[in-house]
């Protein structure tokens, strides 16, 4: 059996700011940091890093604990907006996670 591709996206805020020359990018969430000689690149720069931060947390079984001590903690059912839209002016990123299922059939998951 081949391992099914399982695609995650997720929505982390982004600041950018210039410091000389530099332009530098962070994800004040996950405490993350990068730079680039311009808004674009140091953008891409940090979509990088984050990306690489994410996948070593899980390749090493770390994601929840790292997460939960940069303060994120767990909801449950879905997160809806009680009075419609409101207006953010925060600017975000969007990181694709790729993920492979278990083709062996021997789950770890307790799920």
Not at 26 to 41: A, I, M, R, Y
Not at 61 to 88: H, K, M, N, Q, W
């Amino acid at each position: 059996m081949n391992p099914e591709k399982i695609k995650i996206d997720i929505r982390l805020p982004v600041r950018i700011e210039q410091k000389e020359k530099w332009y530098v990018s962070s994800c004040p969430v996950l405490d993350v940091f990068s730079q680039g000689s311009n808004p674009k690149e140091a953008r891409d720069n940090l979509i990088e890093a984050v990306t690489l931060f994410l996948v070593t947390c899980i390749e090493h079984g770390t994601l929840e604990t790292v997460l939960r001590e940069c303060g994120f903690d767990t909801v449950s059912g879905s997160i809806t907006e009680a009075s419609g839209p409101v207006e953010d002016k925060n600017e975000y990123m969007d990181i694709p996670l790729y993920l492979l299922s278990n083709p062996s059939g021997q789950a770890r998951c307790h799920a």
